[in-house]
């Protein structure tokens, strides 16, 4: 069993940032790939980002790219999502997730961890 919290969602403005933590127990956390995921409102819930059990690899969804970056400190079990020039459309409640499929997949339904979900909304 892996444990998940979520923190460090708010209101911030268009082109503004944001940090995610996650902060994991339970489970060896090196032992788990780690990822985020988010939900708007009447959406589905969509891939965002995986990061490999060592931290090595990252995977992101294509739109995200080069404004979105995953990270994870084993030593602290914690990982992250910087998130940077946010736009309307980032706007979700934002979930940190844990797999042991080392691929790093991109489905909900290959994740079997999941935290609360922290709220990020974004003003114009």
């Known amino acids: 069993q892996v444990q998940l919290v979520e923190s460090g969602g708010g209101l911030v403005q268009a082109g503004g940032s944001l940090r995610l933590s996650c902060a994991a127990s339970g489970r060896i956390f090196s032992a788990v790939v780690m990822g985020w995921f988010r939900q708007a409102p009447g959406t589905e819930r969509e891939f965002v980002a995986a990061i490999s059990r060592g931290g090595g690899s990252t995977r992101y969804a294509d739109s995200l790219k080069g404004r979105f970056t995953i990270s994870r400190d084993n030593a602290r079990n914690t990982a992250f999502l910087e998130m940077n020039n946010l736009k309307p459309e980032d706007a979700a409640v934002y979930y940190c997730?844990?797999?042991?499929?080392?691929?790093?997949?991109?489905?909900?339904?290959?994740?079997?961890?999941w935290g609360q979900g922290t709220q990020v909304t974004v003003s114009t």
């Open positions: 997730t844990a797999t042991s499929d080392w691929t790093m997949p991109t489905s909900v339904r290959d994740y079997a961890y």
